[in-house]
């Protein structure tokens, strides 16, 4: 069965870096645009950002553009989210999801499967 663990979150101060990864099983991860997304208390999931199956393209939300990047290694089934110039607005627990074949894919009703989360909070 599909299959998706989110690791890397933790206690930052702003200004670091955090960097998460996903890893995925059981589905074949290079036919599969790979999305983040966050979820704050009491909000809804937001998109953070994705990447294309092949890796060439990638998707970013305005709050995030210039300090977050999202890169895959097919090889090893695994999606990467590196943050930088962390926020404290950038709490959260934070998401990956299988989006197929769809691109843009900037929704969070584009994806398939869910990873349980990691939870990264940026103190001030």
């Known amino acids: 069965q599909v299959q998706l663990v989110e690791s890397g979150g933790g206690l930052v101060q702003a200004g670091g870096s955090l960097r998460l990864s996903c890893a995925a099983s059981?589905?074949?991860?290079?036919?599969?645009?790979m999305g983040w997304f966050r979820q704050a208390p009491e909000k809804e999931r937001v998109f953070v950002g994705n990447?294309?199956?092949?890796?060439?393209?990638?998707n970013y939300a305005d709050f995030v553009k210039g300090r977050f990047t999202i890169s895959r290694d097919n090889d090893k089934n695994t999606v990467y989210l590196q943050m930088n110039s962390l926020k404290p607005e950038d709490t959260a627990i934070y998401y990956c999801g299988t989006g197929g074949l769809r691109w843009p894919a900037l929704n969070a009703a584009s994806y398939d499967n869910w990873g349980q989360g990691t939870q990264v909070t940026v103190s001030s």
């Open positions: 059981g589905f074949t991860f290079d036919k599969n645009t």
């Open positions: 990447i294309i199956w092949s890796g060439s393209a990638t």
